[in-house]
């Protein structure tokens, strides 16, 4: 049978945790205890037992929440449930994010028609390898943007990563069915909701996906008996899986001294925006943190697109400004909602918290070259490393670029399908130069029209950019 919890203490205690200094700064919850802040942040979709909850909260906890190596970046939808695990962070509980090195080799059906692909073991080595990096990025940079909004907080735990498969590798299938599976009745199982909405689908689901939540049960139960782990958060398509965890946990230990508080749930809504499209998705690619991937430009203008009807709430959920904060800049937003001043509050806030001062100045760099009218306080050097990735950017030599008519140029490097429709566009005052209309299908570039000597921004029409620099 499986181990009681009662050993865990005896274990947990030989693994230290660092604490670092938070600075006392502002409150960012105005007092509020941490669900009902997560509440106000509207980052709760659902919760066990709520009273006792918070009750358990009074003193440290040890809180998880497990992401599956399925792509090889955090992309902006993860960024919901770390977020809600980060607010536990700060508010000094011990924080464990598990990367699923085995369950990713099953395939979680939660939330899906279809059965996944199985991924290839290299693959998820891979990613397990890459998301821990960036987990460990994400909780560094957050934690640097807390420190001028965290709440009055003298110290905290650092992150600690784990990985399933260093306990799961080496379990017996017959060792796991005796002591697991027979905690486990088969028609509970079928009632979660992710097995249900499987089976209403032509193609039903395999037994392998269909053992995923005693899995993932199994993880909270590892994490319970050897960390103390008493909460875990998840995505809202999780919270059958979590309460497999919770029922194999209180049957195991429920008869044990010292288990009286039992564990708990929570969580975090899957987002959708106001049309009902996915959140973090744009054009069917997702919008990731890793700036190889997403740039600091369209991560910023992800957000910058967010529409009146969702900004609020983003505001509250992916920013760490206190409530009362978020209340007031969209009261000020409602006045004037033209000038956009709660998504541009939002879409700095989200990129400082993730690319940090660099990404953002880069982001308002580029978004001034490609969507602004105002150029006299741009330079050369910013606009080559805000855009040093984007395909409008292109690198010439002062052959290429200098005594050449401004048609000849459009066209050549494809702004314009050809040198008369360059000029055709250049005659209906349709080809600008460093956002100046040129009419002139004789004007000739020079040194002295770049932007500090070095740069030339066309524009053909309202928005299709050419950006060239000198090498």
């Keep these: 049978m499986l181990d009681p919890v009662r050993r865990w203490p005896s274990i947990a205690h030989r693994m230290p945790l660092r604490r670092r200094p938070i600075p006392r700064t502002r409150y960012l919850h105005s007092g509020r205890d941490l669900l009902s802040e997560l509440s106000a942040r509207q980052l709760i979709a659902d919760v066990t037992r709520p009273d006792d909850f918070a009750k358990h909260l009074q003193k440290t906890r040890t809180i998880y929440a497990g992401v599956d190596p399925t792509a090889k970046s955090l992309h902006a939808g993860h960024l919901i449930p770390l977020l809600c695990l980060f607010h536990f962070h700060i508010r000094g509980h011990n924080t464990l994010a598990l990367i699923g090195g085995a369950t990713g080799l099953v395939g979680d059906p939660s939330g899906r028609m279809m059965e996944r692909s199985l991924s290839e073991k290299a693959q998820i080595e891979s990613n397990t390898v890459k998301l821990t990096d960036s987990i460990q990025q994400f909780f560094s940079r957050a934690t640097e943007y807390a420190l001028d909004k965290a709440p009055s907080l003298t110290t905290f735990t650092q992150l600690q990563v784990v990985n399933n498969l260093d306990w799961l590798k080496e379990l017996n299938l017959l060792d796991f069915l005796r002591s697991t599976g027979i905690h486990f009745r088969v028609n509970h199982m079928l009632a979660r909701d992710s097995v249900k909405l499987r089976m209403s689908a032509h193609n039903g689901i395999t037994f392998t996906e269909f053992t995923y939540q005693l899995l993932q049960g199994y993880d909270f139960?590892?994490?319970?008996?050897?960390r103390g782990c008493t909460i875990q958060v998840g995505g809202s398509d999780q919270w059958g899986n979590i309460l497999s965890g919770i029922d194999l946990i209180n049957k195991v230990e429920g008869n044990y001294t010292g288990y009286d508080e039992g564990c708990f749930a929570l969580t975090t809504p899957l987002l959708t925006t106001s049309q009902g499209e996915k959140f973090g998705k744009s054009a069917g690619n997702a919008i990731w943190l890793d700036e190889k991937l997403t740039s600091y430009l369209d991560f910023y203008q992800f957000f910058l697109r967010t529409t009146d009807a969702d900004v609020e709430k983003y505001l509250k959920m992916f920013t760490l400004l206190p409530v009362e904060e978020i209340d007031a800049v969209v009261r000020e937003h409602e006045i004037q909602p033209e000038r956009r001043l709660a998504q541009t509050l939002l879409a700095k806030e989200v990129t400082l918290m993730i690319h940090q001062k660099e990404g953002l100045e880069a982001a308002r760099v580029a978004t001034n070259v490609l969507f602004g009218t105002d150029y006299s306080t741009l330079h050369a050097k910013d606009i080559v490393k805000s855009l040093a990735d984007d395909p409008r950017l292109v690198l010439c030599t002062e052959d290429e670029l200098l005594g050449?008519?401004?048609?000849?140029?459009?066209?050549?490097?494809?702004?314009?399908?050809?040198?008369?429709?360059?000029?055709?566009?250049?005659?209906?005052?349709g080809l600008y130069l460093n956002n100046v209309p040129q009419p002139d299908v004789h004007f000739k570039l020079e040194r002295s029209h770049l932007i500090d000597g070095q740069v030339a921004i066309l524009r053909a029409g309202k928005d299709k950019h050419l950006i060239l620099a000198l090498r």
Excluded: D, H, M, V
Aim: net charge positive.
């Design 221 to 226: 139960y590892e994490l319970f008996r050897t």
């Design 404 to 429: 050449i008519t401004l048609p000849n140029i459009a066209a050549k490097f494809g702004l314009t399908s050809s040198k008369s429709a360059a000029r055709q566009l250049a005659i209906g005052k």
